[in-house]
Every structure is written in C-alpha cells, then in structure tokens.
Nanobody
C-alpha cells in the first residue's frame, strides 16, 4: 500500500510563494491521476489541481496561472508550487492519488496547513 505525507505548508504573507510536497511511501506510478485538494475553514474540500501519470495537468480557476502541479514518478513525489498567494488560499492542503481497475481507490494524505495572512 501507499501512504501519502504532505509537507511544506506554513504561514506566509500575501504575494509569497510556497512549494508543497507529497511524499509517497511506495511507488506512485500506479496512480493514473494525482491531485491537490484544499479545505478552508467552514468550507468543503475542493480540487486545486490534478496531474496524470503522463504529466498532463488541470487546474481549478482559482489556481490557474498561479499554481503548478507536478509529479516525479521516479522519486515518488508530488509537488504543488504556489505563487502569488492570496488570503483566500488559506486552507489545509491534501494530496491524493487515484488508482484501480474496476474498483477505484483513493489515497489521501493527512494534510498540511497553508495560511496566507499579513
């Protein structure tokens, strides 16, 4: 099985950058898609970005142009480069991996907190 652990969150000022990492305790090559999600206080968890094993990406409108998702299958790592951070980006960020044939299964990390405040 694969366990996902996020890191890189922190408290930053608006306009700052952060790079989140998601380390997998196993191969991520089987994850045909991986993604970053976030959950702000009092809000539902929402999709931020996804990346397929091929490297193709998709972004939420709120993230497009500011965030970059990437994966390193050789290192079993998922990344989220976040630039021009805004207060509304404040949330707990989770990484996810999806795999399975017939029956799909989602792996989730425990989350890392990102707080954007002046």
């Amino acid at each position: 099985q694969v366990q996902l652990v996020e890191s890189g969150g922190g408290l930053v000022q608006p306009g700052a950058s952060l790079r989140l990492s998601c380390a997998a305790s196993g191969s991520i090559i089987s994850f045909y898609v991986m993604g970053w999600y976030r959950q702000a206080p009092g809000k539902q968890r929402e999709l931020v970005a996804t990346v397929a094993r091929s490297g193709s990406t998709n972004y939420a409108d709120s993230a497009k142009g500011r965030f970059t998702i990437s994966r390193d299958n050789a290192k079993n790592m998922l990344y989220l480069q976040m630039n021009s951070l805004k207060p509304e980006d404040t949330a707990v960020y989770y990484c996810k991996g999806v795999r399975g044939v017939g029956v799909i299964f989602e792996y989730w990390g425990q989350g890392t907190q990102v707080t954007v405040s002046s």
